[in-house]
């Protein structure tokens, strides 16, 4: 079975940061391209960042130079360091797990990311 389990979600002032880790279980991990979506309220889900097979990583502009993705294939965990967080980063953040060239995702549950003015 498998399962994407997210936390490190919070409530956080402007400026600060935060440490989102995905623990991944049931999928051979080293084959699969892991992304962190984000959803706020009334808006649709967007990509964040993404880290490939290869270990090459994408960031929206929104958050590049403040977010960092990073995976450990012997944890099979993907992480998203948050520094420079602002109200706007305010979502519930998703991870999210791709085999490239098949029709499966596997989606987390989700961790609430709420920083104040």
């Known amino acids: 079975q498998v399962q994407l389990v997210e936390s490190g979600g919070g409530l956080v002032q402007a400026g600060g940061s935060l440490r989102l880790s995905c623990a991944a279980s049931g999928i051979r991990f080293s084959i699969y391209a892991m992304n962190w979506y984000r959803q706020a309220p009334g808006k649709q889900r967007e990509l964040v960042a993404t880290i490939s097979t290869e270990g090459s990583t994408n960031y929206a502009d929104s958050v590049k130079g403040r977010f960092t993705i990073s995976s450990d294939n012997a944890k099979t965990t993907v992480n998203l360091q948050m520094n420079s967080l602002k109200p706007e980063d305010t979502a519930v953040y998703y991870c999210?797990?791709?085999?490239?060239?098949?029709?499966?995702?596997?989606w987390g549950q989700g961790t609430q990311v709420t920083v104040s003015s």
């Open positions: 999210n797990a791709r085999r490239p060239g098949w029709p499966l995702v596997y």
